[in-house]
């Protein structure tokens, strides 16, 4: 993919990106912090140069590989639930960083983030677009995320941009106490955005809306 130059962003892309802002309001997004950094963080250089005069409507676009860039109003959303719980977004670990708009958002509104993703070649296109935003708190690691990162466990927020069958057992264990899992769930076409929040050994499980992601896949691949 070629980035395109974040000089091109001038006084038009931010009028159509506070129109954006708008629709995002209207469909019930409340944080202002939220949209605050997504009115500030360009989505297009996120994408292919070919989809760049699509990046501000509100939808998923096709990333290559059979992926696709969320759609803002569930990146929005996903965030706004993450950021309401009871915890400081300390660190944060996402699953699925894809074209790494998801990653750029939270490294805005957390201290740390760790993100996995299971294709390698997505990885040095997530670097240089978070480098070029002067995203400095992001961590990257190319593995599979059912795993979650062990290592910088436990986690203030848990954030997974791709829908397993059943919530990976590993990440509720990643949880800090107090801290959430926004995760989407279920077979394709009936999946389900859950938020999980851990009170000690209990995890309280909160049905969300239904939604659509592409499947959480076991393993890694070039
Ligand atoms: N947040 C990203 C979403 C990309 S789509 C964005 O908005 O651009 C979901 C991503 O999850 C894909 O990049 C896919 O490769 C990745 N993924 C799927 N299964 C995974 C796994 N087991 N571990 C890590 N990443 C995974």
Redesign the pocket.
């Known amino acids: 993919m070629s980035v395109v130059n974040i000089q091109g962003i001038g006084m038009t892309s931010q009028r159509t990106r506070d129109r954006l802002i708008e629709r995002l309001r209207a469909k019930g997004i409340k944080d202002e912090n939220v949209l605050e950094v997504m009115r500030n963080t360009p989505r297009h250089i ?1 994408m292919d140069e070919a989809l760049a005069s699509r990046a501000y409507e509100d939808t998923a676009l096709p ?1 290559g ?1 059979g ?4 759609q803002p109003y569930i ?1 929005a959303r996903m965030t706004e639930v993450l950021l309401a719980g009871e915890k400081r977004l300390g660190k944060v670990l ?10 750029a958002i939270l490294a805005q509104l957390a201290d740390q983030v760790f993100s ?4 390698q070649h ?1 990885i040095p296109r997530a670097k240089k677009i978070l480098a070029m935003l002067e995203l400095r708190n992001v961590n990257l690691k190319h ?4 795993k979650g990162w062990a290592s910088f466990a436990p986690y203030d927020a848990i954030i997974v ?2 829908a397993p069958d059943e919530v990976p057992p590993e990440l509720l264990h990643q949880l800090a106490e107090g801290a959430r899992l926004v995760i989407p769930s279920g077979e394709q076409g009936q999946q389900q955005l859950l938020c999980i929040t851990r009170e000690g050994d209990d995890f309280i499980r909160q049905n969300l809306d239904m939604v659509s ?7 890694t691949r070039l």
């Open positions: 996120f990333i590989s992926q696709t860039i969320s990146v996402e699953i699925g960083t894809g074209s790494a708009y998801q990653t996995i993703e299971r294709i997505f593995y599979d995320g059912y941009t791709a992601f592409v499947p959480l896949v076991k393993g």
